[in-house]
């Protein structure tokens, strides 16, 4: 093979390579679903075919990888679909989740829930099932005049011995830390091991459940 040969192959990997790499640093998730299509083809390949051998250099080589129009049809041609949970999108993962929040106090809230339990570590369905849950899809007094999303108690007080907050979205990620701090943390991650701690009532660990599944296939 040609040193020719070996240049074009070289530049085709490396303006993969660098796309890819790109998309990578800019997209912190972890799980990633890459397509390429068959058809992608770089025009530099062409051009040092029909180069010298004295014209093909580094600088060269890269002036044709970063100016060729080919670039931007490599770029359409890879497909980036990042999944954030349950093999969703961060927005259809939102969506899901607005879809059973109601029209009330949590309504629109899904991204918020979706973001903040993934930096946590924390399962947005069961996060969700909990505000749902507890406020009654946020139709709840503590909810409207506490912004308090998941019954905890403490300070500042409100409605008693119940924990106020200064927005709703305060309380929701304040529901998520009291998630995180005193249950995962603890090696408590879902409802049947929270539930115990958690509420009084016996139903609870059912109901959770139950709304779980419904988030999950709506």
Known sequence: MNKNNYVARGLSTLGLSLILAAMLILNGYDVLDINISDSVAISADKEIKESSNDDVTVSN????????SEER???EAVSLRLEVFDGLTMDELS???????GNAALAGKGNLIASYCLSKGVDPYLATAIMIHETGRGTSTMARQCNNVAGQKG????MGSYKGYASIDDGIRGAIDNLYNNYYARGLTTPETIGPKYAESGTWVSMINGYINSIRNK
């Open 95 to 101: 969506a899901k989740l607005d879809r059973s929040l």
């Open 73 to 75: 049809e490599i770029a």
């Open 155 to 158: 300070s500042p007080s409100c």
């Open 61 to 68: 080589i890269m002036n044709m990888a970063l100016n060729s």
